[in-house]
């Protein structure tokens, strides 16, 4: 068998992955005239007895076909493309979902909002009901099996469970065929499934699972169980009540406590979503509260002495008033001393969907005098790495491996995040030109995953971009960046570009850009660091709207405001390239949103 040209018609670009079932691999069909990109999936039988073999390879082509009408029918399931047997392996080949898994997406850029968890529970919810309805059970639900799709976010459905039993096929003592393993994944399978009875329900436990890891960023191992009952406790403070009601309910140990199917679950999450605004609106000029919390003035009582005639019911009437003013004035000062929960925000449009900023783990204070200090370990393993690096690159999917140049700047931000940004001024031979950014986690060595988009030096092209770059030594970096035309160009085809630099000589460590409020500066303050109350005081509503816009023009966001768009159309470093309503937030950095939130919340208090 050569792996590197499967079937005499895919080759293989690199290895995604491996595990006891066989591995994973990213190809290209040759036989195509685009030579598509796809994912291979290598399956190997737990067994080669002949009696069984046989019987495998009739439950490959059963699945096979369950698969194949899945994707045909339903958009959030991967298409499949083809399966064959070669040296007594099993292949499927599926379509390439290019996109970021919600493990890391989660690593990467921090919890998600309970907005968002809302819009993935409502599209996979969906999902689900079609899925259960052709008597499936995928079986191995969990934040690593979705994928949000880089084309349009949304979430998409992955690697079911059916073929990887039907693989798991063996003979028991009696001579009866079996499957004595158990498909699933520790910790997101429900006991029923354990014990290999899955049912419909024992979806929406790991759907659920799945949801409170991406609000809490703990994994169901780490929660602990009601001894009495078996039931996860979980943290469900700051989560609305609403939404937690719904994932207690998914995550019962036993199926008939929980939702009896997904549509059932959908609909208990969407009767209790109320509409949010479509657009930011300002109170009244007189209603001014400070961002810092407060508490209420003191009430004072009337201590006169009482008339005579009614003395004995004056005074319980005057106990109950003040009792009563002091219980609320105890319960407003309550209300107040409490953070405020992250309220989902939207770029100021009067027609447009909500661009939603996903909240982050830190508290939703952000208003500090002093950028905060970033975590000793990035800081550490970092600040010997920071600067400029020149170097080549080539296309490893081109016959002819062209080469370019590569330029680029890494450089930190003033946080405890870790998130890092690389500066591209040049890479050829594609041709690139922007900002990426990811975050560094000391736990997974010297190596970070950067997103974003590069355009073109001198042509209206505009890629999507995935860097994976590694950290050799001191003065050498070297990675694999995938590249996906995103605008202005009709080649759809999926680029790999590996590259190596080195440290320039004269490179010092990158400083932070300093604090201004011109538009125009390659990266304004609020881009790179926290922002203050002391830098919005003073500033008219127009100003405080361009400036927490231009976080996402920066990115290249439209807008449907006219005023909107005309001011950024004039500023030299504006791409527009994606519309209103389809922004993809992962390629803000925790800082961004962040700041987006905090000038959002300034502007109501204003």
């Known amino acids: ?131 259960h309805t052709q008597g499936i059970v995928h079986r191995d639900i969990k934040p690593d099996n979705i994928i949000l ?10 690697d079911f469970g059916a073929v990887r039993e039907t693989v798991a096929t063996q ?80 995550v019962r140990s036993h199926p008939r406590d929980r939702f009896p199917s997904a549509k059932a679950m959908l609909e208990a999450l969407q009767t209790s979503t109320k509409p949010l605004p ?36 004056a005074i319980v009437l005057g106990s109950l008033i003040a009792s009563g003013l002091i219980g609320a004035a105890v319960v407003i000062g309550l209300l107040f001393k409490q953070p405020e929960s992250p309220t989902p925000i939207t770029a100021s449009s009067s027609t447009s969907p909500s661009v939603v900023v996903p909240s982050t783990t830190a508290t939703t204070s952000v208003a500090s005098s002093s950028t905060t200090p970033q975590n000793s370990d990035c800081e550490q393993l970092l600040s010997s790495h920071l600067g400029s690096y020149e170097g080549t690159s080539a296309i490893v999917n081109s016959n002819n491996r062209t080469s370019g140049k590569i330029a680029i700047k890494i450089d930190t931000q003033t946080d405890s995040s870790c998130a890092v940004m690389a500066r591209v001024e040049e890479f050829l031979p594609l041709g690139g030109k922007g900002i990426l950014n990811g975050k560094f986690d000391p736990n997974l060595g010297e190596q970070i995953d950067l997103f974003g988009t590069l355009s073109h030096q001198t042509k209206p092209k505009i890629w999507d971009v995935e860097m994976k770059l590694r950290f050799t030594n001191e003065s050498t970096i070297e990675g694999q960046t995938t590249w996906k035309p995103k605008f202005g160009i009709q080649d759809t085809k999926i680029y790999y570009e590996e590259f190596t630099a080195t440290k320039s000589l004269a490179s010092n ?26 830098d919005l005081q003073g500033k008219s509503k127009l100003q405080l709207d361009l400036i927490r816009n231009e976080i996402y023009a920066r990115y290249g966001r439209r807008f449907d405001r006219q005023e909107l768009q005309t001011y950024f159309n004039r500023q030299p470093w504006y791409t527009p390239q994606y519309p209103p309503d389809n922004f993809p937030e992962r390629l803000l950095t925790p800082i961004q949103k962040r700041n987006a939130l905090f000038i959002a919340r300034y502007q109501k208090q204003q």
Request: glycine residues 6%.
């Open 1 to 131: 068998m050569n792996l590197l040209n499967l079937n005499n018609r895919y080759r293989v670009i690199r290895e995604l992955g491996s595990g006891g079932f066989g591995n994973t691999y990213l190809a290209e069909d040759t036989q195509m005239p685009s030579q598509r990109c796809c994912v291979i999936k290598q399956l190997k039988p737990v067994t080669y007895n002949p009696e069984v073999y046989q019987l495998i390879q009739e439950r490959f082509a059963r699945e096979a076909a369950v698969l194949e009408k899945l994707g045909e029918n339903y958009p959030q399931i991967p298409k499949l493309y083809a399966y064959f047997t070669e040296d007594s392996q099993f292949y499927l080949v599926q379509e390439w979902i290019e996109g970021i898994t919600l493990t890391k997406k989660v690593q990467q850029f921090g919890l998600f909002s309970e907005g968002e968890v809302r819009e993935i529970l409502v599209s996979l919810l969906s999902v689900l009901d079609y899925v």
């Open 149 to 158: 799709r880089s084309s349009d976010g949304k979430p998409v459905l992955i």
């Open 171 to 250: 003979l028991n003592s009696q001579g009866h065929t079996t499957s004595s393993i158990v498909i699933g994944t520790p910790g997101f399978m429900p006991s029923e499934q354990a014990a290999g009875r899955p049912v419909y329900s024992s979806d929406l436990y790991s759907l659920g699972l799945t949801a409170i890891y991406l609000l809490t960023g703990k994994m169901p191992q780490e929660f602990p169980s009601d001894p009495t009952t078996g039931e996860i406790i979980w943290e469900t403070q700051g989560v609305n009540s609403s939404l937690a009601e719904v994932l207690d309910k998914a």
């Open 278 to 313: 479509e657009t930011i609106t300002f109170p009244p000029p007189e209603i001014k509260a400070p961002l810092s919390p407060t508490y209420p003035p003191t009430v004072p009582l009337n201590t006169a002495p009482p008339t005579s005639g009614n003395n004995s019911n």
């Open 509 to 534: 460590s990158p400083s932070i850009p300093s604090a201004t409020v011109n538009p125009s500066d390659p990266l304004p303050y609020f881009m790179v660091r926290l922002v203050t109350e002391d």
